[in-house]
């Protein structure tokens, strides 16, 4: 009976994941993955020792780490600035949607494609006063953060919780030499067809290069839905300054630590301890602690908290196995060693439909850390590295295929809700855009050895 009672749990906290709205009241998603958590204890499937120890907070330290860090970026205005600064330089509407896809989309692979989103929205409504359509570039800004956010392990929550499940030794680089080209392949492919699609709103004579009085930032720093407000001051240069050199030091140890275990050194931190530390630095040296605390997404943190406890009862429960046997068999001969095998094509071709599917219903983090489970049982391991790359890019990528598909597309279209987007509009460009980013997703990785 205790699969039969968790089998059903699962189902209804994926389906009010997957529903979003009860009778009218927004559902953020860490509450049904918090409360089907606590009835996997009432039910006692796992113990609170076990919840305890199922608990990864290498991950919940992370993003601690990481959100701290940009939300003193923020609140010193840095980020807007450079968003600003780049944005400005366009020169043509044409220039700026490139620069918006290319610039915008590799600060999420670094900063958190959420961060970006809520930052720039803003800064693009503004450039409205100067004659430019913001319809497009908005759009152009969602589908960057989403296909930027993919290329490295901390561009998103479910690419670093890949990352730490599947145990890969160099994460950095192992993103990086699989994801990078795809990534740039997928701005460009991007670019030509939002230029076709958006040919009639795009007037490539428009000339943004007097947006330098556009204001990036707000009251508080985090961004503004008032675009008549907008200029790109940093507010607080020494604090900027240190988040600067902090985040940079970061990011680079990031890439030492991949490095060291690439040519077989253990080192004794790992990246959660990195972000923590630099979150920590940033918070001990910020005159605004309590609002930089309240900055931080506590609800992805709860989330992740509920969704560690939650999989490991359904893992003891027998649901994960079941799923496994249910769902199409991956197989792992060659893999690695033969990416262009049958076998290898077929796991490929697998993770990326199941990604692009079932991520519209369930949420890419909830389905990232429903399906990491599922590979596991199925015998993936650490040495399946381009398995487990598939998976993070195509499950990010997949956000781009309707509005719900990702969190950030939510956070810019909410915040330019006065231009009317609606659900079938970002669809029908969303699929095409979509369509091209796994198929040029899929042949990368079959190709790169």
């Not at 780049?86 to 958190?112: E, H």
């Not at 429903?370 to 956000?399: C, P, Q, R």
């Not at 980013?437 to 990785?445: D, H, Y």
């Amino acid at each position: 009976m205790t699969l039969v009672y968790a089998l059903i749990t699962f189902l209804l906290v994926y389906g009010l994941i997957a529903v979003r709205k009860v009778g009218g009241i927004t559902i953020p998603a860490w509450i049904p993955m918090l409360v089907g958590a606590l009835v996997m204890l009432a039910m006692q499937v796992v113990s609170v020792e076990e919840a305890y120890r199922a608990i990864k907070m290498d991950v919940i330290l992370f993003l601690l780490g990481m959100f701290m860090m940009v939300a003193v970026l923020e609140r010193a205005g840095m980020i807007q600035h450079i968003t600003v600064s780049i944005l400005r330089r366009a020169g043509s509407t044409d220039r700026l949607l490139l620069f918006i896809l290319v610039v915008m989309g590799t600060l999420s692979a670094f900063l958190m494609n959420d961060t970006i989103a809520l930052v720039a929205t803003p800064i693009i409504l503004g450039m409205s006063r100067f004659g430019v359509r913001p319809r497009p570039l908005l759009i152009a800004l969602a589908f960057a953060v989403t296909i930027g956010s993919a290329m490295t392990p901390i561009g998103n929550p479910q690419n670093f919780l890949i990352a730490v499940e599947s145990g890969m030794r160099a994460p950095m680089l192992d993103f990086l030499k699989y994801l990078v080209l795809p990534t740039l392949a997928n701005y460009i492919a991007t670019y030509y067809l939002l230029r076709w699609y958006y040919r009639r709103a795009l007037n490539p004579t428009t000339s943004t290069g007097d947006t330098s009085n556009t204001n990036a930032n707000t009251s508080n720093g985090a961004g503004a839905s008032d675009a008549n407000t907008l200029h790109a001051d940093v507010y607080d240069r020494g604090m900027a300054r240190v988040s600067m050199i902090v985040v940079s030091t970061v990011i680079l140890a990031f890439f030492a630590l991949s490095i060291a275990r690439a040519v077989g050194v253990e080192p004794m931190l790992d990246m959660s301890h990195v972000a923590l530390a630099g979150g920590s630095v940033l918070l001990a040296f910020s005159r605004d602690r309590v609002r930089v605390l309240r900055h931080v997404n506590w609800g992805i943190i709860l989330l992740f908290v509920g969704m560690f406890v939650f999989m490991d009862a359904l893992t003891k429960a027998g649901v994960i196995t079941m799923f496994a046997s249910l769902l199409s068999p991956l197989q792992l001969n060659g893999m690695d060693s033969n990416a262009q095998s049958s076998t290898g094509m077929h796991s490929i071709l697998t993770i990326v439909a199941t990604s692009t599917f079932l991520s519209q219903f369930m949420s890419n983090v909830p389905f990232v850390a429903f399906y990491i489970n599922v590979m596991h049982e199925h015998g993936f391991s650490s040495d399946d590295i381009k398995a487990w790359v598939a998976l993070a890019g195509a499950s990010t990528l997949a956000g781009n295929l309707t509005i719900l598909g990702a969190a950030s597309n939510l956070i810019i279209l909410e915040a330019a809700r006065k231009e009317g987007f609606t659900f079938m509009e970002f669809f029908r460009i969303g699929s095409m855009v979509t369509a091209v980013n796994m198929l040029i997703l899929v042949g990368f990785l079959l190709i790169i050895p």
